[in-house]
């Protein structure tokens, strides 16, 4: 009985060595194509995410476009009233604005100090450099 065993396990080895090449055959195959799997979902991953980048950019944008145009917008209420008060759509849009998170704080800041006095003027004469720092291409 034990001369049987010990004739199967020769047996088993022996049958091991001669599929080993075959299974290191059909591994390398798989991680070859797992590789081109893996490149052809790398670059539709890649282009998903470029497209989506692209959006949030143009979202980004808009928001930034929005805050010239209120400003400008405040600018022209300003000179076309002999006594000048901070407009309501411009006290709006500063309450509004922070709720997007991405606009950014140091506009924010510029749009409560008009709130609280400061010249409407003085983020005129920054708005294109505002435009050149924060608008994205």
């Known amino acids: ?12 080895a022996d049958r091991k060595k001669e599929l080993q090449p075959k ?3 059909i ?9 081109v799997v893996n490149t052809k979902y790398d ?15 143009e979202f980004y944008n808009d928001l930034i476009k929005s805050f ?14 002999e006594i000048y008060e901070v407009t309501k759509e411009f ?4 309450k509004l604005i922070p709720e997007f998170e991405m606009f950014p704080k140091e506009l924010i800041q510029k749009l409560h100090d008009v709130i609280n006095g400061h010249p409407i003027e003085e983020i005129v004469y920054e708005l294109e450099e505002i435009e050149k720092k924060y608008l994205k291409s």
Do not use: C
């Open 27 to 35: 591994s390398t195959k798989r991680k070859e194509e797992i590789q």
């Open 43 to 57: 670059h539709l991953l890649y282009d998903l995410n470029y497209n989506v980048q692209k959006i949030v950019d």
């Open 1 to 12: 009985m034990i001369e049987q065993l010990k004739s199967k396990l020769k047996e088993l």
């Open 23 to 25: 299974l290191d055959e």
């Open 91 to 94: 006290k709006t849009y500063r």
């Open 68 to 81: 010239v145009e209120i400003v400008s917008r405040e600018f022209d209420a300003k000179r076309s009233q």
